[in-house]
């Protein structure tokens, strides 16, 4: 395997990272997992919890239980940012292993992938 094709070892990837950087992505995501704690809660208090609830307008309920569960995902990635945070493993692409530009960390701090695999 040469080197252009060698996944990039995990120890020097996250080294690479400017620890202001990490900062700033720590307190974003710890921000947005608040945030998006709160939403769902909201949300889940709309949603119908059986027939005895009333009429609902199908559409409106469709369209909270649709909230619901992108605000749900969004909520699974933050979570899995932060965890990778703290083992170290945070600013690698788990496709190549290789570490994600700090531009696309900056705009996307839940990144799983650096630019190159997520136009794959």
Do not use: W
């Amino acid at each position: 395997m040469n080197e252009r094709n060698r996944p990039a070892s995990r120890a020097s990837s996250v080294r690479t990272l400017d620890p202001a950087l990490l900062d700033e992505v720590r307190a974003t995501l710890t921000e947005r997992h608040a945030a998006l704690n709160h939403r769902l809660k909201l949300l889940e208090a709309e949603l119908p919890g059986d027939v005895i609830d009333g009429p609902q307008d199908v559409g409106d309920v469709e369209f909270v239980r649709l909230q619901y569960e992108n605000t749900r995902l969004q909520l699974l990635d933050v979570s899995a940012a932060l965890r990778r945070l703290e083992s170290g493993e945070y600013g690698l692409c788990t496709s190549c292993g290789r570490p994600i530009e700090p531009e696309r960390l900056e705009a996307a701090p839940e990144a799983l992938h650096c630019v190159a695999c997520s136009g794959r």
